[in-house]
């Protein structure tokens, strides 16, 4: 995932979530194995790193989670 942004003004109401659900959805049905995320390694992410470690388990910065149980 790449450049994932919600807006600030309606931050905090499950938007992210949805689209980081959906990315999996979409991935799953295309046959992939896993998903590249990368949030970027600099200190004004730290807010992005918490949402996607919350959210999703996914791990700061890059990483690749798997999307197939």
Known sequence: MVALVVDSKIRNQGIGKM????????????????????????????NAHRFYV???????????KPVRS
Request: aromatic content about 6%; hydrophobic content about 25%.
């Open 54 to 64: 919350s959210v999703k388990s996914y791990p700061p910065s890059t990483s690749q």
């Open 19 to 46: 689209l980081v659900n959906e990315a999996e959805k979409w991935a799953k049905e295309q046959g992939a194995i896993s998903i590249g995320l990368n949030s970027g390694n600099r200190k004004e992410r730290q």
